[in-house]
T-cell receptor, first 111, second 112 residues
Framework: EDQVTQSPEALRLQEGESSSLNCSYTVSGLRGLFWYRQDPGKGPEFLFT???AGEEKEKERLKATLTKKESFLHITAPKPEDSATYLC????????????FGGGTRLMVKP | DGGITQSPKYLFRKEGQNVTLSCEQN?????MYWYRQDPGQGLRLIYY???????QKGDIAEGYSVSREKKESFPLTVTSAQKNPTAFYLC???????????FGPGTRLTVT
């Protein structure tokens, strides 16, 4: 069974304090891994897609990386506006377009 | 502006009533999805449709029904058979293949 586990469940950072969020996955074959940002009461906003181990994507203070077992979302010098829940999802090879989501990491950045 | 719209944003119903949530997209996407999100949990797939007039059950389809009569529209009905309907419902769409799904703003349903 495909599984996605995100850690930690919650993370409190001071503004400027860099850190990483983890997404561990178990799939029979990975077609793609997706990162989303979700603000309270809103729909998830797409951030990145990663397809193969070693791939990296960057956007402003965020950088996503992928290995064969996990993905990291690195946040460099975060600002309070980076506070949100970050969701990771995998698309297995044999699942058509469907995604399996992790439980998310709730990030809080204090000024 | 291209995007996905869901209405209403908040919905209140009495137990035993069916309710239909609207989802419309103008992204020209073939595939559409319905997810349920409960506090502290990830998204769980209810139904999905890869093409007009065709749809498949997701992981938690019991107590829900859908239709896909137009490419742009994928309404979800929460029936009285759904034992725990209070939740945040999200609609998404995508092109076919290993591509990202784009989400609507969500509908928060409260059943009392």
């Amino acid at each position: 069974e495909d599984q996605v586990t995100q850690s930690p469940e919650a993370l409190r950072l001071q503004e400027g304090e860099s850190s990483s969020l983890n997404c561990s996955y178990t799939v029979s074959g990975l077609r793609g891994l997706f990162w989303y940002r979700q603000d309270p009461g809103k729909g998830p906003e797409f951030l990145f897609t990663l397809y193969s181990a070693g791939e990296e994507k960057e956007k402003e203070r965020l950088k996503a990386t992928l290995t064969k077992k996990e993905s990291f979302l690195h946040i460099t010098a975060p600002k309070p506006e980076d506070s949100a829940t970050y969701l990771c999802a995998v698309q297995p090879n044999n699942a058509g377009n469907m995604l399996t989501f992790g439980g998310g990491t709730r990030l809080m950045v204090k000024p | 502006d291209g995007g996905i719209t869901q209405s209403p944003k908040y919905l209140f119903r009495k137990e035993g009533q069916n309710v239909t949530l609207s989802c419309e997209q103008n992204l020209n996407h073939d595939a559409m999805y319905w997810y349920r999100q409960d506090p502290g949990q990830g998204l769980r797939l209810i139904y999905y449709s890869q093409i007009v007039n065709d749809f498949q059950k997701g992981d938690i389809a019991e107590g829900y029904s859908v239709s896909r009569e137009k490419k742009e529209s994928f309404p979800l009905t929460v029936t009285s058979a759904q034992k725990n309907p209070t939740a945040f419902y999200l609609c998404a769409s995508s092109v076919q293949g290993a591509y990202e799904q784009y989400f609507g703003p969500g509908t928060r349903l409260t059943v009392t």
